[in-house]
């Protein structure tokens, strides 16, 4: 994540520094978003083993009718943008930490071949954590094809690093981790429309081509020992964002404030038929929130 903000900044650097000649401004600030985030694996069940004694590689699978569901937290970082003539380059970049947690007895079962395990008797209540660590960058080039309307190219970068603790008097302890990223170029148009003096409505909306990847490992804590497995897997997905805000332009300082709203669907689909600790196959990804953001602009447009 570093290097890629270090090359969005050097970027930047290198797009101001063009020939004074130009109308070119750089415009510096933050981005907060409250985040309602309905992840892909939100259909991921608590579960509970019990192993058939008599039967080496068959086992019960207890699974809770509910989801894992919906988690939100306050999102936020740097936003950046160079605008040179028609041109602009911007990219925004969010980090948070999601935290959500589940419990409850596990109820349906279905019969699963699993290494032979010491036997257990029942099913029983299960407590699972997921602590995850998130960021987003949208980076995007426009072109103003007209003084309202512009075309945006974007590129979309979202990554998640998750780490989750299950506990049942059957199975014992369960931890794992799993690492997701996901890139993918996006098309999209772009709606300024001024309102009153100074005050703007912006309407963006992107679709989305991406490519995900996800690796796995699954530490088991079980009577007999503890049992550890990696897996990794691909995806092919499908996406887009869509944003609405009123911006408000504070010519005195150069500032402009912006306050609206951001949905974004992302839907995946398995490249190889394997998971890792979530599986988000033919699943959709649902965020929504309030965004605002606060932005600096520097002038260095030559009046000559």
Same mark, same amino acid.
């Given at each position: 994540?570093?290097?890629?903000?270090?090359? *969005?900044?050097?970027?930047?650097?290198?797009?101001?520094?063009?020939?004074?000649?130009? #109308?070119?401004?750089?415009?510096?600030?933050?981005?907060?978003? &409250?985040?309602?985030?309905?992840?892909?694996?939100?259909?991921?069940?608590?579960?509970?083993?019990?192993?058939?004694?008599?039967?080496? &590689?068959?086992?019960?699978?207890?699974?809770?009718?509910?989801?894992?569901?919906?988690?939100?937290?306050?999102?936020?970082?740097?936003?950046?943008?160079?605008?040179?003539?028609?041109?602009?380059?911007?990219?925004?970049?969010?980090?948070?930490?999601?935290?959500?947690?589940?419990?409850?007895?596990?109820?349906?079962?279905?019969?699963?071949?699993?290494?032979?395990?010491?036997?257990?008797?029942?099913? #029983? &209540?299960?407590?699972?954590?997921?602590? @995850?660590?998130?960021?987003?960058?949208?980076?995007?080039?426009?072109?103003?094809?007209?003084?309202?309307?512009?075309?945006?190219?974007?590129?979309?970068? %979202?990554?998640?690093?998750?780490?989750?603790?299950? #506990?049942?008097?059957?199975?014992?302890?369960?931890?794992?981790?799993?690492?997701?990223?996901?890139?993918?170029?996006?098309?999209?148009?772009?709606?300024?429309?001024?309102?009153?003096?100074?005050?703007?409505? @912006? *309407?963006?909306?992107?679709?989305?081509?991406?490519?995900?990847? %996800?690796?796995?490992?699954?530490? @088991?804590?079980?009577?007999?020992?503890?049992?550890?497995?990696?897996?990794?897997?691909?995806?092919?997905?499908?996406?887009?964002?869509?944003?609405?805000?009123?911006?408000?332009?504070?010519?005195?300082?150069?500032?402009?404030?912006?306050?609206?709203?951001? &949905? %974004?669907?992302?839907?995946?689909?398995?490249?190889?038929?394997?998971?890792?600790?979530?599986?988000?196959?033919?699943?959709?990804?649902?965020? *929504?929130? @309030?965004?605002?953001?606060?932005?600096?602009?520097?002038?260095?447009?030559?009046?000559?």
């Amino acid at each position: 994540m570093k290097k890629i903000v270090l090359l *969005c900044v050097t970027v930047f650097i290198l797009l101001a520094s063009l020939s004074m000649a130009r #109308a070119v401004t750089l415009s510096v600030g933050g981005n907060l978003w &409250y985040n309602w985030w309905i992840p892909a694996f939100k259909e991921g069940k608590l579960e509970s083993m019990v192993y058939a004694p008599s039967v080496p &590689y068959l086992a019960y699978r207890f699974s809770d009718s509910r989801d894992i569901g919906s988690t939100s937290t306050v999102t936020g970082g740097p936003a950046l943008s160079v605008r040179i003539d028609r041109f602009s380059l911007s990219t925004v970049l969010v980090y948070a930490n999601y935290r959500v947690r589940n419990n409850g007895l596990t109820r349906s079962r279905n019969y699963i071949l699993y290494p032979a395990l010491p036997a257990s008797a029942a099913a #029983a &209540y299960v407590e699972s954590y997921l602590s @995850i660590r998130r960021w987003d960058s949208d980076t995007t080039l426009s072109y103003s094809l007209t003084p309202v309307m512009s075309l945006l190219l974007g590129l979309k970068v %979202q990554s998640y690093s998750l780490k989750s603790r299950t #506990a049942d008097l059957v199975s014992g302890i369960v931890k794992a981790s799993d690492d997701f990223i996901t890139v993918g170029p996006g098309l999209g148009l772009g709606l300024t429309i001024p309102l009153v003096s100074d005050l703007f409505l @912006i *309407c963006n909306t992107t679709v989305f081509l991406l490519w995900s990847r %996800q690796e796995a490992s699954k530490n @088991i804590m079980v009577p007999s020992g503890v049992v550890i497995y990696f897996d990794d897997g691909s995806y092919f997905g499908l996406g887009t964002t869509v944003m609405v805000a009123g911006a408000y332009v504070l010519s005195s300082v150069n500032t402009t404030l912006a306050l609206g709203l951001r &949905y %974004q669907l992302l839907w995946y689909r398995s490249l190889d038929d394997r998971s890792g600790t979530v599986n988000v196959d033919r699943k959709m990804d649902h965020n *929504c929130g @309030i965004t605002l953001s606060a932005i600096y602009t520097f002038d260095f447009s030559n009046d000559d």
